[in-house]
């Protein structure tokens, strides 16, 4: 008999409502705890940086070698300066001509994927409850680096399998703080007493903005983009929006692929 899908599991919901939450529960005692990794882009780069330092290997050769060839000398340098950049990484050393520069993990982005793993891995537990030894052995590093190895390594062998969790929501991936506005609508809908994310909820751009610590106007372009995509439709009035039936699918295809990754990321095959 093949296992049951994923989304076809009585605890998806519950994991899906867990993700959701758990993230934004961050975000109202700290605005800027997950800055470093708020769009897909960025995140991609911090699991990259994270494999790299467990591998010694976090520094412009050592970045080529992980790669086998796939980056230039020229676009190592510019993966590393991103890094930097956007706060991911920090030099541990100061350039010398001839010398290789080390960098570190950012202590906070390290903090942000850790607490972010530990929210998906109860998430996962939820959906298949032998997952929650996990949970329980979290503070053993090599639970963490076990995930961040598959997927850097995941990532590296095929960089356009972040599209499997961008496309579904319209794009917002792409964006800054993005996924968080989609997440703050499906709570929204959770909190309004819908078993799905669907209908009509409360709107206030501005509360939404300030919670996530972005301005209204990227607020506005997030909001623009699940719009045009087909997945909100403007409410009676303006502080009312519509989540259509859409918005919610998107939402179980966003997490459905979130929790298959991360799945088979800690050796579950039983997806």
Known sequence: MSPVPIYARP??????????SGPLALLDDDPSFYRCIGDI????????????????RLYHRGLQEVAKDLFSAGRATAILKRMQSAGLIVPQDAFQSG??????????????????YLIELKSLALIDPRLGVLVET???PTVFDRIVGFLATRHLAAPALD??????????????????VAYSLAEAACEAGYPRAEGVIDLNLSRLSKRL???????RRVLKMLHEAGLTADGETPDKLILTPAFADACELYFFG??????????SDDT
Do not use: K, W
Request: contains cysteine.
């Open 163 to 180: 599209q499997e969790l961008i496309e579904p929501l319209g794009g917002v991936g792409r964006r800054s703080m993005g996924l968080m």
């Open 213 to 219: 610590g972005v301005s209204r106007t990227h607020g």
């Open 138 to 140: 979290y503070d053993d």
């Open 258 to 267: 979130m929790f298959s990754i991360l799945m088979a990321a800690v050796g």
């Open 11 to 20: 605890g998806f919901a519950a994991a899906m409502r867990n993700s959701t």
């Open 41 to 56: 882009p960025t995140y991609a780069l911090g699991v990259l940086a994270l494999h790299l330092h467990s591998l010694d």
């Open 99 to 116: 010398r290789q520069r080390r960098y570190a993990p950012a202590p906070a982005m390290v903090q942000a994927f850790r607490t972010c």
